[in-house]
């Protein structure tokens, strides 16, 4: 069972230095990592500044503002994440669009 985990982890692995847009992986983790952490799953939270973020997804494939007078009284700073294709498990922000909305420095909200 860990020798098929850990051949899916690095299967997943070279999927995503090769195919992934939204990030680039500048050290691959070992196996003992990648199953603590499975890639593309992390533990965003409401409160994070940009920079951490940022340090646990990378740089969004684009930033924009958005008004929502409804949700909220002031505009928010828009960071989307686009799923990449070919994933064939649920990898969170690499398996589908994730959408992050920041209050200044602080992430807000977290949606699709």
């Known amino acids: 069972m860990l020798n098929t985990w850990l051949k899916l ?11 992934c847009g939204c990030t680039l992986i500048e050290q691959i983790p070992n196996p003992e990592e990648v199953i603590k952490n499975p890639l593309g799953k992390t533990d965003l939270r409401v409160g ?9 997804w990378g740089k969004p494939d684009e930033k924009r503002i958005v008004e ?3 949700r909220w009284p002031d505009p928010r700073e828009m960071w989307v994440y686009h799923a990449q294709t070919g994933i064939p498990i649920d990898a969170d922000y690499l398996s589908k669009t994730k959408k992050l909305y920041f209050d200044g420095n602080n992430l807000t909200n977290i949606g699709e």
């Open 9 to 19: 982890s690095v299967l997943i692995i070279t999927l995503s230095v090769l195919g």
């Open 48 to 56: 994070m500044s940009k920079q951490e973020v940022e340090a646990k």
């Open 68 to 70: 929502d007078k409804d």
